[in-house]
């Protein structure tokens, strides 16, 4: 009895001994750097530097790996860092700008992601133990959590998973860690239907825009709906003013937009202005006061001419330019100086008519307005809030000021065509035959300064997931300059205004009143000139 006793108890002290032995035996660690190392180098593929400056790192778990881990991460200088337990108080700016690293050993910690915007870069670390529940729990706040981010899985050993949901597909990708790169899910998106602002103005003036989309949708494999309606469903949308809009929605297109100021057309000028465009204001001065100078030394010192009345000798002057001299004259200065005044009359009156010939051969304008201190100077424009910010002078409300001193503050796009264009659909979207008057009568009569107010470029508002893939087509449309030649080869009726440059018509009476006219009062006034000096000289006799 004591012999099985004591076989009992040895049998029991060898079974003790070796569960004892068996509990401490050491647990296969995890290799930390490889841990860190794996997650730093997805990050910084995720989350290229240059791009996402700002890190935002959420600690949320209590194993030990956690800290060996966070301590490599924050030695890399590449990034700026945040470390916070509540994302709630994060900035938009950082939010948008920024990827997220997410520490975690909780089911509980996803909820946190419901207060994180689409836009922002995911990445979750946690231990497999949790992989099988975050994989199969039915709560939306965590599936959406995990189609929006990056899952770093770490077990035992030297174990690191990375798995990721493609959004479109809603596939499950396992990723390499040894070979760490990013798949591009934008390139075949799997029939995704991309939402499009597009309501019935827009669809007609901003024609290319839903073309530059089908075309992107095309080669991603997706579709595009095409929708007036405004919701949280959008992916997509032109901007044509960006007041008010959040900056990180936008991105740079194609074309400009700018505050424009539609002008009054250059009038043509009168025929007779060709006898006084030849020369600048300065050289009919220069002229008149040399003319001036003369008749006062003459009158002083002139031997013959000197003995006329002072008008009669400015006269005699302007005629030798004309004509050459109508008096005798004599003595030594005389002589002189007649004899250069007469040489400088050929020079003068040789290039002056052979001005007036050329300017007879084309047809001349006023002056355009263009600059800012021309706006200021020959504009008026309607009393509203832009012409109060920008200092213009205005005209009463319901009075008209005239065709040619009205100018007008419009939205513009890139050139005048296109502004007219758009302007039309502005005036009336309906009625065809109202907007081609409208464009008719916009076109006929102003034209778009050269002068602009507030220009940026042409945005699209894009969702965050998407802005990458729409970049990369705006710029490539932007270089190879398939939007200029879109419109360029559209099809338009012939609306655009030209200036005529040649005269190809018969200059007519009508067309010389002017000139008939001070013929007419000039004779007058010499007949004139003649009867009271007939008259003068008789009564003195």
Not at 29 to 34: A, K, L, P, S
Not at 118 to 144: C, E, T, W
Not at 408 to 416: G, H, K, S, T, W
Not at 454 to 464: A, D, H, I, N, S
Request: net charge neutral; aromatic share 14%; charged share 20%.
């Amino acid at each position: 009895m004591w012999k099985c006793n004591s076989i009992a108890i040895a049998f029991c002290m060898v079974i003790s001994v070796q569960v004892s032995l068996c509990s401490l035996l050491p647990i296969p660690e995890i290799n930390r750097t490889m841990c860190a190392e794996t997650l730093l180098e997805l990050h910084r593929q995720v989350c290229p530097a240059h791009k996402y400056p700002n890190l935002v790192i959420l600690p949320h778990s209590n194993e030990e790996l956690v800290d060996t881990v966070l301590l490599r991460i924050i030695s890399d200088d590449s990034y700026t860092y945040i470390v916070s337990a509540f994302p709630i108080y994060l900035t938009s700016a950082n939010q948008f700008y920024s990827c997220m690293l997410m520490l975690i050993d909780s089911l509980d910690d996803f909820k946190m992601v419901e207060s994180v915007e689409d836009g922002v870069k995911l990445i979750y670390f946690y231990p497999r133990r949790m992989h099988a529940m975050v994989q199969n729990v039915p709560i939306q706040s965590v599936q959406r959590a995990i189609r929006i981010g990056y899952e770093v899985v770490y077990g035992s050993g030297v174990s690191v998973d990375i798995y990721r949901k493609n959004w479109f597909s809603n596939q499950t990708t396992k990723l390499d860690p040894r070979i760490t790169g990013v798949p591009d899910e934008t390139r075949d998106m799997h029939g995704y239907k991309i939402f499009m602002y597009n309501n019935e103005f827009t669809r007609k003036v901003l024609s290319f825009e839903a073309y530059f989309v089908e075309q992107v949708a095309n080669k991603r494999n997706a579709s595009v709906i095409q929708t007036a309606e405004m919701s949280n469903r959008l992916d997509y949308m032109p901007v044509i003013a960006i007041e008010g809009l959040s900056a990180e929605l936008l991105i740079p297109a194609f074309g400009t937009v700018f505050k424009g100021v539609f002008v009054p057309r250059a009038k043509l000028k009168p025929i007779v202005s060709i006898l006084i465009d030849p020369f600048d204001a300065y050289v009919w001065l220069t002229y008149l006061l040399l003319v001036f100078v003369m008749t006062v030394t003459i009158s002083m010192f002139g031997k013959i001419l000197g003995k006329l009345h002072f008008v009669e000798i400015a006269l005699e002057l302007v005629m030798i330019c004309l004509a050459g001299p109508s008096r005798p004259y004599g003595g030594v200065f005389e002589n002189h100086i007649i004899t250069l005044f007469c040489v400088m009359g050929i020079v003068l009156m040789s290039s002056y008519q052979s001005l007036v010939i050329s300017f007879m051969s084309y047809v001349r304008y006023e002056p355009e307005i263009n600059t800012l201190a021309e706006i200021h100077e020959r504009c008026l424009f309607p009393d509203n809030r832009f012409a109060s910010i920008f200092n213009f002078k205005t005209f009463p409300n319901g009075t008209r000021p005239g065709l040619g001193k009205e100018c007008l503050m419009i939205a513009a796009r890139d050139n005048e065509k296109q502004t007219a264009l758009v302007n039309s659909y502005v005036y009336s979207d309906k009625d065809v035959q109202v907007r081609k008057n409208y464009l008719h009568y916009l076109v006929k009569n102003y034209r778009l300064a050269e002068t602009k107010f507030f220009e940026y470029l042409f945005c699209f508002g894009v969702v965050p997931m998407l802005q990458e893939l729409f970049l990369f087509y705006s710029q490539a449309v932007f270089e190879s300059g398939i939007y200029e030649y879109y419109y360029n080869n559209k099809t338009r009726a012939v609306w655009q205004y030209e200036h005529k440059t040649f005269v190809d018509e018969e200059v007519r009476v009508r067309d010389m009143l002017l000139l008939w006219y001070a013929y007419s009062g000039g004779m007058l006034l010499s007949i004139l000139c003649f009867v009271l000096e007939t008259v003068v000289k008789k009564e003195f006799k």
